[in-house]
């Protein structure tokens, strides 16, 4: 009978590597301020002396454009860690509060303190950024971390294994590169905190075996985020700007793309017409020979997004593009004109170069088309009415807007960045992702002065008509509660 061969990393080894990752942590190494500079400091320098690496790295995942792989990887992350850099010092800074009466004399403060262990899944999209994003809240935040890339993006995750390993401390933060297995074999361990970015199938997964240690977890997931223009604005400018939050932005292949329009049907033909002349003046006019696309990751994508084309009552709906080829995992930027509400095109994330455009009579008939599908990640809106401004920003419940553009959201690091409903759960970038990873301890202090009598039993009426007499309202309730009497 033949022995059963375990995987390369199976539980077994999974439970060692996040024992000897909690030794380190319970040693109070990454706690100090000058570790967490220090490994900042080192991702900095792995970002800048392997800018060459990276880029090809992504090349050849996902054929990035060169000038995209710096601008949406490269300079993404460097900005996240001399931002790190920068502030750390100010978002470890305990937090002084004010306290109330019932604790007077005292003082009080918020400390930030960090969770431990932590697990980082990242995704095959934007596999650098991604991936170094949430370690470098992780790191800054004082954790062990465990990251795991994504497979799918394998060249990627082959240079982020081989740089941690290099410029990174290797008893501190590790990753393990591998897929299902692997990844199994992690989810499998108790952690103090798992930050997961990739779809919403994986991530019940994700939160299922997270469930069983209460292990807190930050899902970013992504859902169908719409485009509402409205027929005041300057088309050219917004049509240059959806062209950059679809096309331009992975080919489609992004959480924030743009997934679909809505437009009034006096409006549409203008749009559509605008929309393919700054698609042409960008991309040229045979869109299957630029070469400042991404591809399709990979075959089972672009087999799903032809699926998606070739549904029955989506097929006749194409009005631009649609031309493919599978042995270069190309697809044109697509453009389809009312496709059914109740197809799977308009059913689930498209994540790719196809763009459906649905007609409304009036504008904010659109409000009720996007509540009636799961709240999105991002939603846009372009007008220059600031009465339907509002309204949207009131109405439509998303992970973050952007009103007269997309995509910027995320570069701004006062902004959290995370999803609602079925777009996630918790948010990051800047302090948010400090925050992220640790806990807020509150802490009281106080000093043997002040230790009133009335706190304690036995609780006679006249130290009640004392503390009556002293209080009045809301704090009077909560003095009672405090001191164990109830109001009259």
């Known amino acids: 009978m033949m022995e059963e061969v375990k995987p390369a990393f199976d539980s077994d080894k999974a439970a060692v590597l996040v024992n000897e990752l909690r030794k380190t942590f319970n040693s109070g190494k990454t706690k100090s301020y000058e570790w967490r500079i220090s490994q900042l400091e080192s991702i900095s320098k792995m970002i800048d002396e392997k800018e060459k690496e990276i880029v090809e790295a992504l090349q050849k995942d996902l054929s990035k454009p060169e000038l995209e792989a710096f601008l949406s990887e490269i300079l993404m992350a460097r900005s996240s860690c001399k931002l790190a850099l920068k502030e750390l010092k100010q978002w470890m800074m305990p937090q002084k509060v004010e306290t109330s009466l019932a604790t007077y004399p005292s003082s009080a403060e918020i400390v930030a303190e960090p969770l431990g262990v932590v697990l980082v899944i990242s995704t095959w999209n934007f596999p650098f950024s991604l991936s170094l994003d949430p370690v470098i809240g992780a790191i800054a935040a004082g954790n062990a971390v465990v990251l795991k890339p994504s497979e799918i993006a394998s060249a990627t995750s082959s240079l982020l294994s081989r740089l941690v390993g290099e410029y990174m401390d290797k008893s501190a933060i590790i990753v393990v590169e591998g897929a299902v297995a692997e990844t199994s074999a992690l989810l499998e361990q108790k952690w103090d905190k798992i930050f997961f970015t990739g779809g919403a199938r994986v991530g019940r997964i994700v939160m299922a075996a997270a469930a069983k240690n209460l292990t807190p977890v930050t899902l970013e997931l992504g859902g169908k985020c719409p485009a509402v223009v409205d027929s005041n604005v300057n088309l050219q400018v917004t049509s240059r700007r959806i062209v950059a939050g679809k096309w331009v932005c992975n080919n489609g292949q992004a959480c924030i793309g743009v997934d679909y329009i809505i437009t009034t049907k006096e409006l549409a033909p203008k749009l559509i017409a605008t929309l393919v002349s700054v698609v042409e003046e960008i991309f040229g006019k045979d869109l299957m020979e ?7 990751i990979n075959s089972f994508h672009f087999k799903r997004l032809v699926n ?4 029955d009552k989506v097929s006749n709906k194409i009005v631009f593009g649609g031309q493919r080829e599978e042995s270069q995992l190309q ?8 496709v059914p509400e ?11 170069p196809l763009l459906p455009i649905i007609t409304v009579e009036r504008l904010e008939d659109s409000f009720a088309m996007i509540n009636r599908k799961p709240k999105p990640l991002a939603a846009y809106l372009f007008s220059d009415d600031e009465q339907i ?6 109405n439509i419940s998303a992970g973050g807007m952007a009103i007269n553009d997309t995509i910027l959201q995320v570069t701004v690091p006062t902004l959290p960045f995370g999803g ?7 948010s990051y970038h800047g302090k948010f992702s400090f925050d992220a990873f640790s806990h807020k301890k509150a802490v009281l202090y106080r000093s043997f ?7 304690y039993p036995p609780y006679t009426p006249g130290k009640k008509k004392q503390i009556k007499a002293l209080l009045s309202g809301k704090l009077l309730n909560i003095m009672l509660a405090l001191l164990g009497f109830y109001k009259d």
Do not use: N, W, Y
């Not at 630029?290 to 399709?296: A, G, L, N, T």
């Not at 697809?331 to 009312?338: K, N, Q, S, V, Y």
């Open 290 to 296: 630029s070469k400042e696309r991404s591809r399709i």
């Open 389 to 394: 401004k509002r309204k949207f920003v009131q």
């Open 331 to 338: 697809i044109a930027p697509t453009i389809l004109l009312d």
């Open 420 to 426: 609602v409903g079925e777009s996630g759960m918790g």
């Open 308 to 311: 998606l084309l070739e549904e």
């Open 449 to 455: 002065a002040g230790d009133s009598p009335t706190r």
């Open 342 to 352: 109740d197809s799977m095109i308009m059913q689930e994330e498209i994540f790719g």
